[in-house]
């Protein structure tokens, strides 16, 4: 039972555009929400969170986007660069405090020049 | 920031043979510890949750007499993967969370297991 999905498992983007990687989660007790960068063979890279409370949250580059009524968050990545090529995970709790993490299936994201 | 060290990054061992895998928080008392499993191509897979001091929660499917966890001090956990098989081939990742969440989840840097 797959609670956490990214239906992409892949996405091209030319340099200097926006990526927009997309997550739907099926357990509405979730209210915690995480993006992670993965390189192969190495540990997630945390990116940016945000609690059910908010539809927004902004870092820099990175923006996440919660509908919590359609149980969908999407990642913002503008402008894309070469060195975001990676795989993105999406992750959910039931809490945010020491509470397990639930992961997606992960979108390998490219970027080209 | 939390560093989580992670070791060995990569082991090959023979089947039969039990493997140990170290997770230390460097910088952070680590009250709970997270360990994920990840096939290639696949997701991150909680298989067990480990509170210092407390016997670990394993997840449904993992077998807690394969996969010995420790966790005995606040900078130190450990999993020990006992009697492994090919099928235990995989690439194995520690997280760590403080009692206040100050550092959020702290992953460790993986370790790939190769079971021949």
């Known amino acids: 039972d797959q609670q956490v999905k990214q239906n992409s498992p892949s996405l091209s983007v030319q340099e200097g555009r926006i990526s927009i990687l997309n997550c739907d989660y099926t357990?509405?007790?979730?209210?915690?929400f995480l993006w992670y960068k993965k390189y192969p063979a190495e540990g997630p890279t945390f990116l940016i969170s945000i609690s059910s409370i908010k539809d927004k949250n902004e870092d820099g580059r990175f923006t996440v986007f919660l509908n919590k009524s359609a149980k969908h968050l999407s990642l913002h990545i503008v402008p894309s660069q070469p060195g975001d090529s990676a795989v993105y995970f999406c992750a959910a709790s039931k809490t945010g405090t020491a509470s397990k993490l639930t992961f997606g299936t992960g979108t390998r994201l490219q970027v080209t020049l | 920031g939390a560093v989580v060290s992670q070791h060995p990054s990569w082991v090959i061992c023979k089947s039969g043979t039990s493997v140990k895998i170290e997770c230390r928080s460097l910088d952070f008392q680590a009250t709970t510890m997270f360990w994920y499993r990840q096939f290639p191509k696949q997701s991150l897979m909680l298989m067990a949750t480990s509170n210092e001091g407390s016997k670990a929660t394993y997840e449904q499917g993992v077998e807690k007499d394969k996969f010995l966890i420790n966790h005995a001090s606040l900078t130190l956990s450990t999993l020990t993967v006992t009697s492994a098989h090919p099928e235990d081939s995989s690439f194995y990742i520690c997280?760590?969370?403080?009692?206040?969440?100050?550092?959020?989840?702290?992953f460790g840097s993986g370790t790939r297991l190769t079971v021949v």
């Open positions: 997280s760590a969370t403080d009692r206040s969440f100050n550092y959020g989840y702290t």
């Open positions: 357990n509405s007790m979730f209210d915690y």
